[in-house]
T-cell receptor, first 112, second 115 residues
Framework: GESVGLHLPTLSVQEGDNSIINCAYS??????FIWYKQESGKGPQFIID?????DKRQGQRVTVLLNKTVKHLSLQIAATQPGDSAVYFC???????????FGQGTRLTINP | EPEVTQTPSHQVTQMGQEVILRCVPI?????FYWYRQILGQKVEFLVS????????KSEIFDDQFSVERPDGSNFTLKIRSTKLEDSAMYFC?????????????FGQGTRLTVV
């Protein structure tokens, strides 16, 4: 069945270090991927997206990498700050479907 | 910056009662969605809505759920007879398009507690 999963449920990093959050997806028909950030008590907030015809996309302090061969997605956050503490979800859009399938989420904690 | 707004932020209801969760999507968006998130779990798709009809729904979205766009701005989710397991955060989202390159914007959510 369709599923998007994450390798690690929690990740702790030192402030200023880089973070890498991973995601595995199972549906090869997925054509669009989004990383969302969710702070406590709030809705998912868009961070960055990538289309299936790309393998890398960069934003401000964030980079998303897509490896379609192994169905793997990662989010890299450079120079993490306390405000980056949140749960991060990857989500996939399956071609032709009007919905997003979310992964389980990784809780990122920034240590001072 | 335009945003999706949801009301109420928290709703407590007794089992068996009907609840209506309300959403105002971003004004020029065409696609509307409801998702839910049980505490500590992932966000799950419920339903998508386009051109005044349901375009896709999940197995969760059974006969006790319904959606409506009663006017040009509101989008509602009705749960007819709530169950304890309906307790969750319910997120409304909207997008201008659907599929590739169509970022869905989420509201802050309504926390539904069924007692």
């Amino acid at each position: 069945g369709e599923s998007v999963g994450l390798h690690l449920p929690t990740l702790s990093v030192q402030e200023g270090d880089n973070s890498i959050i991973n995601c595995a997806y199972s549906n090869s028909a997925s054509d669009y991927f989004i990383w969302y950030k969710q702070e406590s008590g709030k809705g998912p907030q868009f961070i960055i997206d990538i289309r299936s015809n790309m393998d890398k996309r960069q934003g401000q302090r964030v980079t998303v990498l897509l490896n379609k061969t192994v169905k793997h997605l990662s989010l890299q956050i450079a120079a993490t700050q306390p405000g980056d503490s949140a749960v991060y979800f990857c989500a996939e859009n399956i071609w032709g479907a009007q919905k997003l399938v979310f992964g389980q989420g990784t809780r990122l904690t920034i240590n001072p | 910056e335009p945003e999706v707004t949801q009301t109420p932020s928290h709703q407590v209801t007794q089992m068996g009662q009907e609840v209506i969760l309300r959403c105002v999507p971003i004004s020029n968006h065409l696609y509307f969605y409801w998702y839910r998130q049980i505490l500590g779990q992932k966000v799950e798709f419920l339903v998508s809505f386009y051109n005044n009809e349901i375009s896709e729904k999940s197995e969760i979205f059974d006969d006790q759920f319904s959606v409506e766009r009663p006017d040009g701005s509101n989008f509602t989710l009705k749960i007819r007879s709530t169950k304890l397991e309906d307790s969750a955060m319910y997120f409304c989202a909207s997008s201008f398009l659907t599929g590739m390159n169509t970022e869905a914007f989420f509201g802050q959510g309504t926390r539904l507690t069924v007692v």
